[in-house]
């Protein structure tokens, strides 16, 4: 009895001792690489963009409400908005993760999401990546980014944006989802031609999300909805860049004897 009680105390003891498990959240994060003659594997490179953007943005849902990011340079901001923190982070974003996978390989396409503007065609994979969030919590802790005091938990919500002509409308409809206080990222998970699919989490429902997106959009950039439940919407775009100004009328000087 003895014999067997001390076991027990040991199997306690040891359950004391272990370390807590990480905290993991698994996400779907799209990569794109771009195919140059000096990168000879693109997709594993695009598989290393997927795990790079889907650290970076969990990483930004740390940052406090009041911070301000540095300004991107002109382009960058559309298509790589988090890159400042993927920076700061380090050079090796697997570090941050316990798993990760290709969910699915999109293979070789025309470019059109790569930050190379010079690149003719891409590599796209779908990975889908098991992030540690306290590893990621530390860094930025270190570094004196991370937001102390955790927020209730926020649900995934699935966007649909359809009547996509170019990449403009969608990166207008990310950013201004991003200004609302509620949301802590978005995620692009699929891209096909004319459509993309964003994950976003989020304290609202998809109604909800949809109708401040409608509210917010920018000049420009028509927002209607198609359908919506609570945790799926589909909104269609129509993107109509504003006129420039129209400069004053020219004064002509006084005619002169």
């Known amino acids: 009895m003895r014999r067997a009680c001390a076991w027990v105390a040991i199997a306690f003891a040891a359950l004391a001792a272990a370390p807590a498990a990480a905290q993991e959240q698994k996400v779907a994060s799209v990569g794109v690489a771009p195919i140059t003659a000096g990168d000879p594997a693109p997709r594993d490179s695009a598989l290393r963009a997927a795990v790079r953007t889907a650290v970076a943005e969990a990483a930004a849902t740390m940052l406090p409400a009041n911070y301000s990011a540095p300004t991107p340079a002109p382009g960058d901001a559309e298509r790589e908005p988090n890159a400042w923190l993927s920076e700061k982070l380090g050079d090796d974003p697997f570090v941050y993760v316990t798993r ?7 293979g070789k396409r025309p470019a059109m ?38 927020r209730g938990p926020a649900r995934e919500v699935v966007l649909v944006v359809e009547g996509l002509t170019t990449y403009k409308p969608l990166a207008l409809v990310q950013e201004t989802l991003k200004r609302d206080r509620g949301v802590r990222s978005v995620r692009p998970v699929e891209f096909t031609p004319g459509r993309a699919v964003l994950a976003v989490d989020a304290d609202a429902d998809a109604a909800g999300l949809v109708a401040s997106l409608t509210r917010r959009a920018p000049e420009g950039l028509g927002v209607t909805a198609v359908e ?30």
């Open 100 to 106: 990760f996978r290709v969910v699915e390989d999109r």
């Open 113 to 150: 999401f790569s930050a190379d503007r010079s690149a003719e065609f891409e590599y796209v994979v779908l990975a889908e990546v098991n992030l540690d969030l306290d590893a990621i919590r530390a860094k930025m802790e270190k570094l004196g980014l991370a937001e102390h005091g955790a």
């Open 228 to 257: 919506s439940g609570a945790e799926r919407a589909t909104v269609r775009v129509e993107w109509q860049p504003p006129a420039p100004p129209t400069p004053p009328p020219s004064v002509g000087k006084p005619a002169t004897d």
